[in-house]
């Protein structure tokens, strides 16, 4: 195993790691990614619509269906320009991985939505 992840786990163990994530970054980071990469599916074709995105997340691996699937929440919950805003700030913070799909980029400077209504 890992030396530093080692460390980290006996710190964990014995209640002394330092916490500087609060619940609802660490929340994001793992939901925007997802959310991300539902996007990244649509730019590039792998679904042919949001609401495939919507419904296949939702029923292939249980996404909050009371958030309508991710393009849903991002038209209704979050809003696409806090998305973006959010993943630019991670992306800055800790790495290329958190870099928002161009689709959803432009979509945020155009003001559009995943679905009409």
Known sequence: M??????LVDEIRA???????????????MVFRLVNE??????????SCPRDGDIGLIFGIGYP??????FRYLDNVLGIETFVSKMQSYAEKYGPQFEPAPLVVDMAKSGKKFHSS
């Open 2 to 7: 890992n030396a530093e992840a080692q460390k």
């Open 15 to 29: 209640g002394t790691a330092k916490r500087e994530l609060s619940d609802q970054e660490i929340q994001e980071r």
């Open 38 to 47: 539902a996007v990244f599916c649509l730019q590039d074709e792998i679904i």
């Open 65 to 70: 269906p009371f958030q309508g699937g991710p």
